[in-house]
């Protein structure tokens, strides 16, 4: 089984910082692509910021200079750099990533379960 581990989230004042991480982990072939979504109360899933495998990443508008989104694929893991958090932030956020498992070689689409982010004074 594959399993993407979201950790790093809680409750921040405007204008700090939050670094989350995705640990994906089980028996994975290759890792295609990371991407962290986020879900705010009543408002549908939206991208944050996506990273290919060789290819450049991509950020929402809404983050573009205040997020940067790092990967090392030795560890299997992503990372979110949050920075100059405003309260329009809070969401829960979730990580998803393209691959493979060693047992089929499929590539499918696998999510984590979330880490809240509160942006608030």
């Known amino acids: 089984q594959v399993q993407l581990v979201e950790s790093g989230g809680g409750l921040v004042q405007p204008g700090g910082s939050l670094r989350l991480s995705c640990a994906a982990s089980?028996?994975?072939?290759?890792?295609?692509?990371m991407g962290w979504y986020r879900q705010a109360p009543g408002k549908q899933r939206e991208l944050v910021a996506t990273k290919p495998g060789g290819g450049s990443t991509n950020y929402a508008d809404s983050v573009k200079g205040r997020f940067t989104v790092s990967r090392d694929n030795a560890k299997n893991t992503l990372y979110l750099q949050m920075n100059s958090l405003k309260p329009e932030d809070t969401a829960v956020y979730y990580c998803?990533?393209?691959?493979?498992?060693?047992?089929?070689?499929?590539?499918?689409?696998?999510w984590g379960s979330g880490t809240q982010v509160t942006v608030s004074s």
């Open positions: 089980g028996s994975i072939f290759s890792i295609y692509a």
């Open positions: 998803d990533a393209a691959l493979s498992r060693v047992a089929d070689g499929i590539a499918r689409s696998y």
